[in-house]
């Protein structure tokens, strides 16, 4: 029958080894020969990585009869025509500990459909059922399982029988098993859970309360009915790290320990600020580029690249918002956001690739780019999460000031939900441009010429003195300056510190270079990324005397800097920079009239407008 469901079967069968074994059944078989593939890359993650790669082995059986198997390209196997059900089983190696891989070991698994469930060519549409296995052993007892994927048969967090609409839901919602840490909270009506894997000692009460509160805020922004009707945090905890991939009803956000509050923690960390924010974009993302896609990934190709230059729109917007709604709803100050403001906009200005890689152009070329990121990148490109959301934040304060307070980006975004989201349309290249003229009535054809199809810098300091806030530029204090602060030096003090035009760090006990900047002191000296500096005027350079060395001298004079270039000795002859006021601090102005201060209430305060 041509609505016989698709039948998977997954199986931790080696967690030593680090391999699933994972089957799929079909019925009913393509009579030239049944064609099977696993996906290229994976919805959300915009690199090609051939998960084909980690399939260690793989047969096809009728029955107990076996069936030829035969690789057809990188990715795509064919078997050879048979008339009863066609089983096909692979052992895939899964050791990517990464919220885009699969992971297995003794103590716990974790894996995405695109890295595991073979694609049967033609029956994509077809529901699927998986059944997860267990690992075999007594050590294993005490596993569960958590997923947003729907439970056919067996307990609550329960092996057993799971199902989806079809493949592209499948593969939309990551498995993870073992034991884990499980809080639930209800949001505006929306069961919630948040799994949380690694060792941890979380005030579990305490992040239930903060993101109940986070999620019940995106889900009144949106102003309708939610399009899930359960949602789960899978959160991995290690030593260090941190990422976050977005699903339909779910997420997998990969933190360090140390960004989740302990019990006993009063107030928001930065580090809790940091995971608060990653856990509000993914969860944004629920609406914007799961529902709202662009057509390009309507459907998605699994086989190859889907370029759009729409990212700005859904990682920019998206990560605009992501830490807007913590203001909004009250888990961080306004003091906070505008730090966090400064900081991006201190990036922004610090990337000297902005003036050669529009973003519309990033985001086109987020395959061979923004995904694959070298020493050069700072000088060649520009990035559509961190542009992305100051365009976004640009276009809402334009669209507040246009229309003196009477539309914002929020009703652009349930705008583009109405038409785009709700329906399942893709949204065309020039989708977001449209909506976003039409909803507030606006020409803005020449703010997204500039902003997105041009180098030119964001009209930033203008737009935010409309809601009563100034932006100062001074140089950076020191290396781990991000911005967004006052310092105690004053900034004539810091302009007259020297600064090599590079970005170092240290590399077991030696002093590496990372990037050098365009035009800059060590680039105009000959230096490169990846050199060894040795020494500085005869005297020893290591990483923890470096900004001393470096501050006995002034902008303009000369020092000679040995290096190593791979193992060969080299010295350099290098003049040094004044520090760039590449450093913004956005703060409150005391002379704004009232007029501006009422209008940055109302966007940083904002709920939805009632329609
Ligand atoms: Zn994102």
Same mark, same amino acid.
């Given at each position: 029958?041509?609505?016989?469901?698709?039948?998977?079967?997954?199986?931790?069968?080696?967690?030593?080894?680090?391999?699933?074994?994972?089957?799929?059944?079909?019925?009913?078989?393509?009579?030239?020969?049944?064609?099977?593939?696993?996906?290229?890359?994976?919805?959300?993650?915009? #690199?090609?990585?051939?998960?084909?790669?980690?399939? %260690?082995?793989?047969?096809?059986?009728?029955?107990?009869?076996? %069936?030829?198997?035969?690789?057809?390209?990188?990715? =795509?196997?064919?078997?050879?025509?048979? $008339?009863?059900?066609?089983?096909?089983?692979?052992?895939?190696?899964?050791?990517?500990?990464?919220?885009?891989?699969?992971?297995?070991?003794?103590?716990?698994?974790?894996?995405?459909?695109?890295?595991?469930?073979?694609?049967?060519?033609?029956? &994509?549409?077809?529901?699927? &059922?998986?059944?997860?296995?267990?690992?075999?052993?007594?050590?294993?007892?005490?596993?569960?399982?958590?997923?947003?994927?729907?439970?056919?048969? +067996?307990?609550?967090?329960?092996?057993?029988?799971?199902?989806?609409?079809?493949?592209? &839901? *499948?593969?939309?919602?990551?498995?993870?098993?073992?034991?884990?840490?499980?809080?639930?909270?209800?949001?505006? +009506?929306?069961?919630?859970?948040?799994?949380?894997?690694?060792?941890?000692?979380?005030?579990?009460?305490?992040?239930?309360?903060?993101?109940?509160?986070?999620? /019940?805020?995106?889900?009144?922004?949106?102003?309708?009915?939610?399009?899930?009707?359960?949602?789960?945090?899978?959160?991995?905890?290690?030593?260090? !790290?941190?990422?976050?991939?977005?699903?339909?009803?779910?997420?997998?956000?990969?933190?360090?320990?140390?960004?989740?509050?302990?019990?006993?923690?009063? +107030?928001? $960390?930065?580090?809790?600020?940091?995971? #608060?924010?990653?856990?509000?974009?993914? @969860?944004?993302?629920?609406?914007?580029?799961?529902?709202?896609?662009?057509?390009?990934?309507?459907?998605?190709?699994?086989?190859?690249?889907?370029?759009?230059?729409?990212?700005?729109?859904?990682? +920019?917007?998206?990560? @605009?918002?992501?830490?807007?709604?913590?203001?909004?709803?009250?888990?961080?100050?306004?003091?906070?956001?505008?730090?966090?403001? !400064?900081?991006?906009?201190?990036?922004?200005?610090?990337?000297?690739?902005? =003036?050669?890689?529009?973003?519309?152009?990033?985001?086109?070329?987020?395959?061979?780019?923004?995904?694959?990121?070298?020493?050069?990148?700072?000088?060649?490109?520009?990035? @559509?999460?961190?542009?992305?959301?100051?365009?976004?934040?640009?276009?809402?304060?334009?669209?507040?000031?246009?229309?003196?307070?009477?539309?914002?980006?929020?009703?652009?975004?349930?705008?583009?939900?109405?038409?785009?989201?709700? =329906?399942?349309?893709?949204?065309?290249?020039?989708?977001?441009?449209?909506?976003?003229?039409?909803?507030?009535?606006?020409?803005?054809?020449?703010?997204?010429?500039?902003? *997105?199809?041009? =180098?030119?810098?964001?009209?930033?300091?203008?737009? #935010?003195?409309?809601?009563?806030?100034?932006?100062?530029?001074?140089?950076?204090?020191?290396? $781990?300056?991000?911005?967004?602060?006052?310092?105690?030096?004053?900034?004539?003090?810091?302009?007259?510190?020297?600064?090599?035009? /590079?970005?170092?760090?240290?590399? !077991?006990?030696?002093?590496?270079?990372?990037?050098?900047?365009?035009?800059?002191?060590?680039?105009?000296?000959?230096?490169?990324?990846?050199?060894?500096?040795?020494?500085?005027?005869? *005297?020893?350079?290591?990483?923890?005397?470096?900004?001393?060395?470096?501050?006995?001298?002034?902008? !303009?004079?000369?020092?000679?800097?040995?290096?190593?270039?791979?193992?060969?000795?080299?010295?350099?002859?290098?003049? *040094?920079?004044?520090?760039?006021?590449?450093?913004?601090?956005?703060?409150?102005?005391?002379?704004?009239?009232?007029?501006? $201060?009422?209008?940055?209430?109302?966007? #940083?305060?904002?709920?939805?407008?009632?329609?």
């Amino acid at each position: 029958m041509a609505s016989d469901p698709v039948r998977y079967r997954i199986h931790p069968k080696s967690p030593e080894a680090h391999r699933f074994e994972v089957s799929v059944t079909v019925a009913n078989p393509d009579p030239a020969g049944q064609r099977f593939a696993l996906p290229a890359w994976i919805p959300g993650s915009y #690199l090609i990585r051939d998960f084909a790669r980690h399939v %260690v082995a793989i047969h096809a059986a009728s029955g107990r009869r076996p %069936v030829q198997i035969a690789k057809l390209d990188k990715h =795509t196997w064919r078997a050879a025509p048979c $008339s009863g059900p066609l089983t096909v089983t692979a052992e895939v190696y899964a050791w990517d500990l990464s919220v885009r891989g699969a992971h297995l070991d003794t103590t716990h698994g974790f894996f995405n459909g695109p890295c595991v469930f073979l694609r049967v060519l033609g029956a &994509e549409a077809r529901p699927c &059922e998986v059944e997860i296995l267990p690992p075999r052993g007594a050590r294993y007892r005490a596993w569960r399982v958590a997923t947003a994927m729907p439970r056919k048969r +067996g307990p609550r967090h329960g092996f057993g029988l799971y199902a989806a609409a079809n493949y592209d &839901e *499948l593969i939309d919602h990551p498995v993870e098993m073992g034991v884990f840490a499980l809080g639930t909270f209800v949001a505006r +009506g929306v069961p919630h859970e948040i799994a949380i894997t690694g060792r941890q000692d979380v005030d579990m009460e305490r992040l239930c309360r903060d993101l109940r509160r986070l999620c /019940a805020h995106h889900i009144r922004f949106w102003g309708v009915q939610p399009p899930m009707d359960r949602y789960l945090f899978l959160v991995t905890a290690v030593g260090d !790290g941190y990422g976050g991939l977005e699903h339909r009803a779910s997420t997998a956000l990969l933190c360090a320990r140390d960004d989740l509050p302990r019990r006993g923690d009063r +107030g928001t $960390s930065e580090r809790y600020r940091t995971f #608060l924010g990653l856990a509000s974009h993914e @969860y944004f993302h629920t609406w914007n580029v799961k529902r709202i896609k662009p057509a390009a990934f309507t459907p998605y190709d699994l086989d190859r690249e889907n370029h759009t230059a729409l990212l700005w729109a859904f990682e +920019g917007i998206t990560s @605009y918002y992501d830490d807007l709604a913590l203001v909004r709803c009250g888990l961080i100050t306004e003091r906070d956001y505008l730090e966090l403001l !400064g900081r991006s906009a201190t990036a922004l200005l610090r990337n000297p690739g902005r =003036t050669r890689q529009t973003v519309a152009e990033s985001s086109w070329d987020a395959w061979i780019k923004y995904y694959r990121q070298d020493e050069n990148s700072v000088n060649s490109g520009v990035s @559509y999460y961190g542009k992305g959301s100051l365009i976004a934040l640009c276009l809402d304060l334009l669209i507040r000031d246009r229309t003196r307070g009477r539309k914002s980006l929020d009703d652009v975004m349930r705008a583009l939900w109405a038409r785009y989201g709700r =329906t399942g349309i893709g949204v065309p290249e020039n989708g977001v441009e449209r909506v976003a003229a039409e909803v507030p009535g606006l020409r803005l054809r020449g703010f997204f010429d500039r902003a *997105l199809r041009s =180098t030119a810098d964001l009209p930033l300091a203008q737009l #935010l003195k409309t809601v009563g806030l100034a932006l100062t530029l001074r140089p950076a204090e020191s290396s $781990s300056d991000r911005g967004g602060r006052a310092v105690s030096t004053p900034a004539p003090d810091l302009a007259r510190q020297p600064t090599i035009g /590079a970005r170092v760090k240290q590399e !077991g006990a030696e002093l590496e270079i990372v990037q050098v900047f365009d035009g800059g002191a060590a680039q105009r000296a000959g230096l490169a990324a990846r050199d060894v500096i040795v020494a500085l005027d005869g *005297l020893r350079a290591t990483p923890k005397g470096w900004a001393t060395l470096l501050a006995r001298y002034r902008p !303009g004079d000369a020092v000679d800097v040995v290096a190593f270039r791979g193992d060969e000795l080299m010295k350099f002859a290098v003049t *040094l920079d004044a520090r760039a006021r590449d450093t913004c601090v956005i703060a409150p102005e005391a002379a704004a009239p009232a007029s501006a $201060s009422r209008r940055r209430r109302a966007w #940083l305060a904002q709920g939805p407008r009632r329609a």
